[in-house]
């Protein structure tokens, strides 16, 4: 797909050079693609470096999303997909966390993105108030984000760690971590 081979361009790119020197044109040549098809998809290079973001933690929301929905405990196995995966990525997320683009803020774009898929997913599988669900989501999406930065500034966090934390916090309450 066209627009995959875009983003992944762009990911590859953003390893080896700055988010400023990187060209439109330079990303289309790296994905053997003309430039019109990147307007088929992308308004601009900001626009392509969300949805590059987002990309790669959709992933991550799945596995977590499946973790919770409809249990009353959190499920290892998802959870552990989505942390190994964000923690296989965690060079190309830490490089997209630290893009400082006028006019856009990745961590408030990326906790929107999140809730909104989370609210989809908690409203068809959940009879919860609508008052509810938003405010998981919300949460869900604070959470989320926060784990995720925290683990990308730990210089040695295993994946199992990761999970405990997490079954933690979500099991016994965040006070219990204490």
Known sequence: ??????????????????????????????AQLTRTYFYQFFDSKTDLAREAFFALVADILKYLSRAFINQTTVDDQSTLAGVNFFLDNASKM????????????FVVEFQNRIKEVIQQQ?????????????????????????????????????????????????????????
């Open 122 to 178: 908690v409203h068809q599988n959940s009879n919860a108030s609508t008052q509810k669900i938003d405010y998981f989501a919300e949460l869900f999406a604070v959470s989320a984000l926060t784990t995720i930065s925290w683990a990308l500034k730990q210089p040695k966090i295993s994946a199992a760690e990761i999970v405990e934390l997490i079954n933690t916090c979500v099991s016994d309450g965040l006070i219990k971590l204490i």
């Open 94 to 105: 830490r490089l997209l966390l630290s893009f400082q683009i006028e006019n856009f803020n």
């Open 1 to 30: 797909m066209p627009e995959d081979r875009i983003i992944q361009a762009f990911l590859d790119l953003i390893q080896k050079k700055s988010y400023q020197k990187i060209s439109i044109s330079e990303i289309m040549q790296q």
